[in-house]
């Protein structure tokens, strides 16, 4: 975290201390209307509480889940043309991937309330591959080939993923 932010956050814990305890009694919730009452006082909609309840009751990280779903998309993309004796260029596997209507379909399951934007998410796959830092997502163990339960070999990652030629 860049120092400033830091110095940020911490500014706010320091006027906390300085101040002393919150003055504010805690809410006590113990029924249905209570608890729409208390979220509509913290301008929370039901869907975000929803996503939230949903999200720590059941350990589901949501962007995880997306990031990995969007990363399979793109490498079972790359199989098939890896399959079809040549491989696109990325930018174009990416544009075939975000294109296909599966993958709208997920989208609006993760964020039923955004609209799809398709340069939006040819853009931020395209990007997110890109990364350095994702690197460790791509390897053996992450990927299945498609409708079966063989794992896709690391070889095959690499020379799908990484040769450039």
Known sequence: MPKKNIQKEM????????DGPPKVRR???YSWSALGEQLEKLNVSPEEAYKIVRAKVSGENIRFN???????FFVWERVAEDKNGYLKPKIDTVRSVVSKPIFEDYYYGYFPNTKFSYEKEVKLL?????????????KEGYYYYHRTSDLIPNKVLDRILWDSK
Do not use: H
């Open 11 to 18: 500014m706010s814990v320091y006027e906390t201390l300085l």
């Open 66 to 72: 997306w990031k990995m779903i969007r990363f399979t």
């Open 126 to 138: 395209n990007k997110l591959i890109a990364e350095k830092s994702q690197r460790k997502y791509f």
């Open 27 to 29: 809410e006590e919730v």
